[in-house]
């Protein structure tokens, strides 16, 4: 069997780590078997979609390194929703109900308060044709139910292992609302059938609805409609660093902030891809090679964790193994391209790639230097070599050494501050020789140079 998973947002907002988890499962999975990945638009809600977050969307995955093969807006394919429908209809699966939102509500407390499960209770089923008709004449339009088996739904989680669902405790789903809106539940079916997914991955919030999904899957199959029942796998769902489910926060989690933030796309994408298996948590050299050691049998059933801590660990390594090369154009774009040396000597400082901007300035200058003991910085002036090259740190602060008699902190601390400004940065005796003897001798004389 071929492999072809599908990713199906709702551009109804911004695409967050929760969903982005979805989609790159989806396409490990789908790679790493040869397969393809299907970017479908889950946009039947016409009211709440916006071709701003369906762009933004796409952008993201471009931006991850999520290409697909192929794409689809579920708003194009309402005349097949109509047929599955109608299909549905004649057999007898999907019947309408004429029940206001409150009526719902009161007799779900009614139930509640009797200590029953509040299941919908098929009321619909009995009205006569003149009853529907006196509804009908009120102005009343309909929703249409799935009437469920109630059975135990089996099936082989990839994920899970073996998953059951009773149907028998489930409300039958409404899949077309009164103002003819499809919810997502059927739409979702016939798409799967009609464009030949083999497997549906999506996160374990969605088990209940693969148990009423499985059914109308099942429904269609038996009326002749095309298509097979898919697979299924279900992840467990991200946490955050204190173990609370995230998918209260996911919402201030957006890719494209992220993006602003200036988070490498493989950082991204090697921290979700690799949070809840059992692999160790390291870069990726690519999103395809991610997919060559991806497995579902790698991931336990135990909550995701996805804690910053990790993700900045992850952008700093993913940024100490660019290659000048592949800095390069960054660097120019940044303005803080000062050649190879430059580079081999800040990239271990990076946790963002921006922060280059400011070790070219503190290369550059000018810089504002600290100096705490003027005594202490005017014999390292004097003790300065005429000519300052890979070699010299090490001489000079000997010297210093031998004169003061400071050490250790005491001695670098205060001329890294006098050097550079900061007390944290790249290592002085490869930045020495970037600054140049002549900048250095300013700062120790006290000057912003
Ligand atoms: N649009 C649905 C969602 O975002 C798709 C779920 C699914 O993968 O079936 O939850």
Do not use: C
Not at 263 to 290: K, W
Not at 310 to 334: T, V
């Amino acid at each position: 069997m071929s492999v072809k998973v599908r990713f199906a947002p709702s551009p109804t907002g911004k695409l967050h780590v929760g969903n982005v988890r979805t989609a790159l499962v989806n396409w490990l999975f789908a790679k790493g078997q040869g397969g393809q990945f299907v970017l479908r638009i889950d946009d039947t809600d016409l009211a709440r979609s916006t071709p701003e977050f369906e762009q933004g969307i796409e952008d993201d995955l471009r931006w991850l390194g999520l290409v697909w093969d192929e794409r689809h807006n579920q708003s194009k394919r309402f005349d097949r929703y109509e047929a599955a429908a109608e299909a549905l209809k004649a057999a007898g699966r999907l019947y309408p109900a004429y029940e206001t939102a409150d009526e719902l509500d009161r007799r779900r407390k009614v139930q509640l308060s009797r200590g029953l499960p509040p299941i919908y209770d098929r009321a619909a089923l009995e009205l006569t044709p003149e009853q529907k008709a006196a509804y009908e004449a009120e102005g009343r339009r309909p929703h249409w139910r799935f009437k469920l088996d109630g059975r135990r739904v089996a099936w082989e989680d990839l994920s899970r292992g073996h998953a059951e669902v009773d149907t028998a405790s489930m409300s039958d789903p409404v899949l077309i609302r009164e103002d003819g809106l499809f919810l997502y539940t059927l739409p979702s079916v016939v798409d799967d059938l009609d464009m030949a997914i083999s497997h549906v991955i999506r996160g374990e919030d969605h088990v209940t609805n693969t148990g009423a999904q499985i059914e109308i899957f099942e429904a269609l199959i038996a009326g002749g409609w095309g298509g097979a029942l898919p697979g299924f796998a279900h992840m467990p769902l991200l946490v955050g660093a204190d173990g609370q489910a995230l998918s209260k926060r996911l919402g201030s989690l957006s890719i494209s902030d992220m993006r602003d933030q200036g988070y490498e796309p493989i950082a991204i994408t090697s921290h979700l891809g690799r949070i809840g298996t059992s692999d160790p948590l390291e870069i990726a050299a690519s999103v395809e090679a991610l997919g060559q050691t991806f497995a579902f049998s790698k991931m336990g059933r135990s909550p995701a964790r996805y804690d910053t801590a990790d993700l900045d660990r992850l952008n700093a390594q993913a940024l100490h193994a660019l290659s000048y090369e592949q800095a390069q154009p960054r660097l120019a774009q940044a303005g803080a391209d000062l050649g190879e040396a430059f580079w081999e000597t800040v990239r271990p400082n990076l946790t963002k790639f921006d922060d280059v901007a400011e070790m070219a300035r503190i290369v550059r200058g000018p810089i504002a230097p600290v100096i705490e003991d003027a005594d202490f910085i005017a014999a390292a002036l004097r003790l300065l070599p005429e000519t300052v090259d890979q070699d010299v740190w090490s001489t000079w602060t000997a010297a210093i050494k031998a004169e003061t008699g400071a050490k250790g902190k005491a001695l670098f601390m205060p001329l890294r501050l006098a050097l550079t400004g900061q007390a944290h940065g790249p290592d002085m005796a490869a930045m020495a020789p970037l600054i140049g003897r002549e900048t250095m001798a300013r700062r120790l004389q006290g000057e912003a140079a």
